[in-house]
């Protein structure tokens, strides 16, 4: 089992920036992947950023390539997002994702608006 508590996210304007955190209550090199989801009102949930846990692989979905930047803090077992020249369109909840394994575990989530 794993406990996964985001922080950051909050309102801001088009063309802002936002940092979400995500803290695991293990430590992250039990984790193989971790990263973020988000979804937005009415629409599914989709991949943001995941990076792998013990090496340098990263992945980031079209929209938020050169924008979004995904980083691990190994002593802190936290993995951040930080979110550069935000636009309306990435309202969402954002959800902190871990893959152990088979199984995958999900954060509580948390709100970030950008208004226009």
């Known amino acids: 089992q794993v406990q996964l508590v985001e922080s950051g996210g909050g309102l801001v304007q088009a063309g802002g920036s936002l940092s979400l955190s995500c803290a695991a209550s293990?430590?992250?090199?039990?984790?193989?992947?971790m990263g973020w989801y988000r979804q937005a009102p009415g629409k599914q949930r989709e991949l943001v950023a995941t990076?792998?846990?013990?090496?340098?692989?990263?992945n980031y979905a079209d929209s938020v390539k050169g924008r979004f930047t995904i980083s691990r803090d190994n002593a802190k077992n936290t993995v951040y997002l930080q979110m550069n020249g935000l636009k309306p369109e990435d309202t969402a909840v954002y959800y902190c994702?871990?893959?152990?394994?088979?199984?995958?575990?999900w954060g509580q989530g948390t709100q970030v608006t950008v208004s226009s």
């Open positions: 293990i430590s992250i090199f039990s984790i193989n992947s």
């Open positions: 994702f871990a893959k152990i394994g088979l199984r995958g575990y």
């Open positions: 990076r792998i846990t013990s090496g340098e692989t990263t």
